[in-house]
């Protein structure tokens, strides 16, 4: 069987908040937002400063990304559940609603 693969923009459709602000608090590692914030302004390539984002969050466990959960958008498991009505898959995890 074939699946279908949904790729959606956390902020703003699933959740209220910036993903990587969220994870620099969560992680406590102000760093991660500093080179977002560089990556906004244009001061280093976008894709360099998440390409460095991404190395700082490594090793960092899964079940940190899933603590804001309480701040999912009330939209999103209508969301996620019509999706997979439509055979889409959902990652990372159904526990995140």
Known sequence: MRRK???IDIEGTL???EFWRE???LV???KIEELLEKGILGEVEWIDSLLKRVELIKGVD???FLKPKAKVNPKA???IRILKEKGFFYSPSERML
């Open 5 to 7: 693969i949904a790729v």
């Open 15 to 17: 959740t209220p908040f």
């Open 23 to 25: 994870i620099s608090r």
């Open 28 to 30: 406590g590692n102000p």
């Open 62 to 64: 899964a079940e940190t």
């Open 77 to 79: 498991e209508e969301l």
